[in-house]
């Protein structure tokens, strides 16, 4: 055998080296595209009562209608702190509001936590960020590499006073714009909401989605719908007749005592008594913008079909809790009835069952493990909150016996598969509900002898988790 020189032998190593590399690069390559996209909607003060194909007749919502038959729909899903900022910082971390730092307005998150975008960035994906931001600092240092129709604060100098569909002040979003990564404002686009507003979410979403990228993206795209202020969005304007919807089963003229946000910016945007007229009206306009919202969600899943990429994406539909409008003589959310904590959470896509609804109890921030553990990436150490992955895919269908939630300090409760405990510390009242027979939360039975074992349970588990979360008010 002819023996090689040196300059050959190192060139022949270079060449095996290279071709090597590439073999590498392209097997790393082609697990990147097998690996499913992942598209996560997100909405805004939505009821779980909102969606057509899950009980609600009254209610268009086509799109909603067809991603709930394609994938399966959780009934008892809950945000755990039901305000904006810190139901969407336990979505980012994983973690408990205890845990991240966040429990009301104007908190930063743990910087040492890692977040669900930063995860998915280092995994490969391209993690693209549209619509509302309600947290500390922008997208792009949190984790997400890019943002098209971001909307958040920083246009206060623009700001004039508005008021919505029926002639009241506003009071929400005032002084946000639209605005890009490098912090240019576009005031030109609307100071504030607009009635289209989640047209030019979609429309953001839908170019992210056109540029085809050869890795895997996880895109969220987060809805102010249907947040107030409300406005009709044009062509909804006729849409739902305020004299022909129901109102909810629950509904009360005003709320039997103070739950600790009585004198919040959302129980202010009605006046007391609530009257039946007046929340009819405001349903036909928050349906609205929700039969538009759902409209825009319809315009990103035709762009995923017509760029071939329908087939490969995982979809998580869900909101960050839920709203009175009418329960129980509320406006707002800041309360732990069922039509607030409990969100709609969607989830369509390649390998999950199609059609079912499952009553497992979850948490919104189990999203971020769960989607880790759906496209094969490891979860950090960090994450509190427990995959339900096996739940998705029809592989089980139980994660917790029972859910811990919390506002402030105004309220704590503990929910088993068929019984909630309401605790109000400031006032120091309780609520108990049987939540079978009594769905709706109408009859109070905390001073029934007959459950004083059934209160005793519930206490001591309410304490326990409490203790178990570091809560402040565990000693109380």
Known sequence: MKKLSAEQLWMTCLAIATLFGVLVIGASSAANDKRPNVLFLLTDDQRPDTIHELGNASIDTPN?????????????????????????????????????????????????????????????????????????????????EQTLGLFTGGGGKWWKDQVDWKGTPVTGYRGWVFQDDEQHLFPERGVGLTPDISGKFADAAIEFIRSKPIEPFFLQVAFTAPHDPLYFPPNFESKYAADELPLPENFLPEHPFDHGNFDGRDEQLLPWPRTPKMIRELLAVYYAVISDMDHQVGRIVAALRETGQFDNTIIIFSSDHGLGVGSHGLRGKQSMYEHTINVPLVIAGPGIPQGQVSEAQVYLRELYPTTCDLVGIKVPNTVEGKSFAKIVKGDSNHTHNHVFCYFRDKQRMVRDSRWKLIHYPAIDRWQLFDLEADPYEMSDLSKDETKANVMTRLRDLLHREQVAAADPLAAD
């Open 64 to 144: 909603l209608d067809a991603l709930a038959r394609r994938g399966v729909s959780f009934t008892r899903a809950v945000c755990a702190n039901p305000i904006c900022t810190p139901s969407r910082a336990e979505i980012l971390s994983g973690c408990s509001g205890f845990r991240n730092g966040v429990i009301d307005f104007g908190k930063t998150i743990d910087p040492a936590l890692k977040l669900w975008p930063q995860t998915m960035t280092e995994a490969g994906y391209h993690s693209w960020y549209v619509g509302k931001w309600h947290n500390d600092g922008k997208p792009v240092q949190r984790g997400y």
